[in-house]
């Protein structure tokens, strides 16, 4: 191979510009509206080169440029707008990325009008430069200019100091690209099966192309930075388990993944979303393709979206996609909105209509328990409250009606709480992760930033913590870092116990022709799971996300394995069925959920029906582990359905079947059978836990609440990302909405509203029979 030279290029001297700061500043180009709500085109197009040559003339060029200091990122503003006017788009990429590796994310989605174009001085008498649409522009011409060629990797790893990424967010994100530039390993792990956090799951395709945010997050993966999916911390390992794994700083990025509600009667009707979940069924899993996608989404004439920051915003543009005729509630006025301007008037541009100074107070169902009807209150403002904009007070005896088909409450959220629940020693203040201006954590070598820690703020403010955080850690390290490489217990045969698996089907035995048994590779999970716990899975990556109960694990079969029963029922489940060994799913998270309440009483009931006999094995094997005489009373609709016998028999002193068609053992249902053995018995039992249909368990809780017995039901309403985040879960329980993901599965039967989940579960039950027979959804797709 024969050896090339180069050489440093000639830089012409080029004219000095002449600055034109009265040219008006340039209007970005957009689809038209038409053309926008028929489907999920990028709607903002950005600059042309000609307006790029007038913007940056309008550049004052200023010799103490505060844009800079405005800038969250300190971004050199003044130089890579001067670079752009030369014409040099390399270079005005390079100088960006000096500071920010994201420039296509945050040309887009970086609220600029609060940072540096706010402190533009040319906005102080004109209109500020268009600072985010240039980087807009710079960050596009890179990657048009780049589309063939592999970017070398920028950073070797020297060090050898392992970092651990909580969430794969903005402020992760960042945090790592700064990491890995000073030499560190990076490890970003992320709960859900893309990356991005917020970024894939909040923001529309409409406006953050989903190749836009793929391409700028593999940017980090070619400089080293690893990538984990379906991996919880706090679940699939613990904080401790990173740092046993030889990780030696941790950064907490988990964001504000815990929906709010407002807690009017109603608002658990089929109809009802919170922002985060119908943003997740939209933008992450692709509901908007439906049933190309296999996740679903409700859209009716009508839809409400109540709140006024960015994804009320996001909500009410997609609801217009579908051609529901949309309306924005907001309990204060028009300047109280926290949307960013230019998303307010593209929602009009779409169709959508603004209602200010009204808040619900309560949504009412037709006869089929889907909504129908919203009831509002008028308000008017009153005295500013901690937020700093004045208060919504309500006007009494204003109340009014609107017709609703959809309702999204689009009103905040909450830190996610996983890991502050598992972590009990970590500082929070009303579930926010406490930390000091370097983003340190009471924990050593914790830190954090992002939502979790503001509990809601910009994508440029949660990167500006996770820099902050880098910087710290990096100090932290580097006094340490000796004494970290000669520290024996740092040896190349440390454990890893934060392996999640190849996913593999090892395993496959057919319990009936419908009902798989399948053993899958997932070592962290089969070492942390407990009875009455269950996983997420993907058996393909079209797969809606679908969760399913451990019936066993196996920590020490090829690293680790555990047990799942499936059964096919629709489309999803079937492809699960379907699989054979050697295959591996796409996706599995967990162990989620809380474990079942497992205590010695004496004399335990399991009550199961159908394939809820699988949940209710390793249940039942706990309870006699506690020290019970456990009674397993199992339901199915004949003999052939049957299953899992020889299993439960070696997990109770005494096991007894139904069936529905009196071809074995008792005649009659699974409660019907509970009547019964009841009736031989001198006393009842200490408890009883009852898995199933939702009839099945209503009608058990009914029996048990005449005998006196405390009963817990372990519920399966529909899910989607099953960590709390998107509240579509959502069950009452003793008149308190809980979320089944993370505050169940397991609940007190009594209390249980099963009238209300039983509504739940059939939200999607039209949807479903479309596919099934094959049928177009209806729904309009990009």
């Known amino acids: 191979m024969s050896e090339t030279t180069t050489t440093t290029p000639t830089i012409e001297a080029r004219p000095r510009r002449k600055p034109n700061p009265k040219a008006p500043r340039q209007g970005v180009l957009h689809l038209a509206p038409e053309v926008r709500i028929d ?43 001067s670079l752009l006017g030369d014409g040099d788009f390399e270079a005005a990429f390079t100088k960006i990325s000096e500071q920010n590796p994201f420039p296509g994310i945050c040309g887009r989605v970086c609220q600029h009008e609060l940072f540096c174009e706010k402190a533009c001085l040319l906005g102080k008498k004109l209109e500020p430069v268009a600072i985010g649409t240039l980087e807009r522009f710079v960050a596009d011409r890179h990657r048009q200019a780049n589309e063939s060629s592999d970017t070398a990797r920028e950073s070797a790893l020297t060090r050898g100091l392992k970092i651990a990424l909580v969430g794969s967010g903005p402020a992760s994100l960042i945090a790592a690209y700064d990491l890995i530039r000073k030499g560190y390993r990076v490890t970003v792990f ?68 815990l929906p709010h509600l407002t807690g009017i009667p109603g608002e658990n009707l089929v109809g009802v979303y919170t922002a985060n979940e119908f943003l997740t069924r939209m933008n992450l899993m692709q509901a908007y393709q439906f049933p190309e996608s296999d996740t679903p989404v409700r859209v009716g004439k009508r839809t409400v979206v109540v709140g006024g920051g960015n994804s009320a915003m996001d909500a009410a543009r997609w609801a217009r996609r ?56 008028r308000m008017q403002l009153g005295e500013r409250d901690e937020s700093g904009r004045p208060s919504p007070v309500p006007l009494p005896g204003s109340e009014f009606r609107i017709p609703v088909d959809t309702v999204v409450m689009a009103i905040g959220q909450s830190p996610n709480p996983t890991v502050q629940q598992s972590t009990p020693q970590l500082e929070t203040n009303r579930g926010k992760i406490v930390v000091d201006v370097g983003g340190r954590t009471s924990m050593s070598k914790v830190f954090a930033g992002g939502d979790v820690v503001r509990g809601g703020s910009t994508v440029i403010q949660a990167m500006r913590d996770g820099r902050t955080a ?82 066993d694990g196996d920590p020490a079969k090829r690293g680790g394995t555990i047990h799942l029963v499936v059964q096919a029922v629709g489309k999803t489940s079937g492809t699960t069925v379907a699989l054979e060994p050697g295959q591996a799913l796409a996706d599995l998270l967990g162990p989620l959920g809380q474990p079942g309440t497992i205590e010695n009483v004496g004399h335990v009931l399991c ?73 031989q018995q001198a006393s009842p039992p200490g408890a009883v836990h009852v898995i199933g249909p939702v009839p099945m368990m209503r009608a058990a809780a009914d029996v048990t609440r005449a005998w006196g017995v405390r009963t817990f039901a372990s519920l399966n309403p529909i899910m989607v990302d099953g960590t709390g985040m998107c509240g579509g879960c959502r069950v009452t329980v003793g008149g308190r909405v809980r979320f089944a993901c993370v505050d169940g599965p397991e609940f007190d039967a009594h209390d249980v509203d099963f009238e209300e989940l039983t509504r739940r579960n059939r939200a999607y039950l039209e949807q479903e029979c479309k596919v099934r027979a094959g049928l177009s959804s209806g729904i309009r797709k990009s």
């Open 190 to 257: 992320e709960a859900l099966h893309k990356l991005g956090g917020v970024l894939a799951y909040g923001i529309p395709n409409f406006r953050l192309p989903r190749e836009i945010l793929n391409e700028e997050i593999d940017r980090l993966r070619k400089m080293g930075v690893e990538f984990r999916t379906d991996f919880i911390v706090g679940r699939s390992a613990s904080l401790e388990e990173l740092f046993q794994a030889g990780y030696d700083a941790v950064f907490l990025g988990t964001g504000a993944g």
């Open 607 to 679: 009550v199961a029906g159908g394939v809820g006999v699988a949940e209710v094995l390793p249940v039942a094997r706990a309870f006699g582990r506690a020290g019970n005489f456990v009674t397993a009373l199992c339901g199915a609709r004949s003999a052939a359905q049957i299953i899992l016998d020889a299993e439960l028999r070696s997990a109770a002193q005494e096991v007894l079947w139904s069936t529905n068609d009196g071809s074995a053992g008792f005649p009659g249902t699974v409660v019907d059978l509970m009547h019964a053995w009841k009736a």
């Open 39 to 81: 489907g999920c085109e990028e709607v903002a197009l950005g600059f042309s080169p000609e307006q790029v040559k007038v913007e940056v003339l309008r550049c004052l060029q200023c010799k103490d440029p505060k844009c800079i200091d405005a800038c969250p990122l300190h971004i050199d503003i003044k130089s890579f707008i």
């Open 322 to 377: 579908f051609g529901s005729e949309t309306t924005i509630l907001f309990r204060r006025g028009r300047a109280e909105l926290r949307a960013r301007l230019e998303e307010i008037a593209h929602a009009e541009e779409e169709g959508v209509h603004f209602v200010f100074l009204a808040a619900p107070v309560r949504l009412f169902d037709d006869e089929k328990g889907a909504l129908r009807e919203m009831e509002c209150i």
């Open 470 to 551: 880098a910087e710290a850690i990096d100090n932290a390290l580097s006094e340490q870092q000796g004494k970290l490489v000669s520290n024996p217990a740092r040896s190349a045969t440390l454990p890893e116990p934060v392996a999640n698996g190849s996913q593999h089907i090892v395993t496959k035995r057919l319990i009936t022709p419908e009902i798989a048994w399948l053993e899958v590779e997932a070592p962290a999970v089969a070492r942390h799971w407990k009875p009455g716990q269950f996983v997420i899975i993907r058996p393909t990556a079209e797969s809606e996300r679908m969760p399913l109960t451990i019936v």
